[in-house]
Nanobody
């Protein structure tokens, strides 16, 4: 069964950086819309960034200029990265990778749009 596995979370100081990775189990994901979401305790899930089949990217206003999503389809694997710079305590959350078939992201930051989800990786930013 197709799956997504996140890694790279951890603790960081405010102003620091982390890079999250999402490894997809099947090459079919290279033609999917891929996204990153996050959910902090007591808050609703938030779309962070997404990337479509043509490499077009979408970002939440809260992370524009600080986070970068990218995808590597080399070597018969599919990996999606989220480079997070200038981290803030408000970025603390569980981060999830998500995917939906179809190369174009029609609703890139809407969680309801995606039908494959990873188990998440925790990011904690201290001040």
């Amino acid at each position: 069964q197709a799956s997504l596995v996140e890694s790279g979370g951890g603790a960081a100081q405010a102003g620091g950086s982390l890079r999250l990775s999402c490894a997809a189990s099947e090459n079919t994901f290279r033609s999917y819309c891929m996204g990153w979401f996050r959910q902090a305790p007591g808050k609703e899930r938030e779309g962070v960034a997404s990337i479509d089949n043509d490499g077009y990217t979408y970002y939440a206003d809260s992370v524009k200029g600080r986070f970068t999503i990218s995808q590597d389809n080399a070597k018969n694997t599919v990996t999606v990265y989220l480079q997070m710079n200038s981290l803030k305590p408000a970025d603390t959350a569980m981060y999830y990778c998500a995917a939906v078939p179809g190369g174009y992201c029609s609703r890139p930051l809407s969680g309801d749009y995606y039908n494959y989800w990873g188990q998440g990786t925790q990011v904690t930013v201290s001040s």
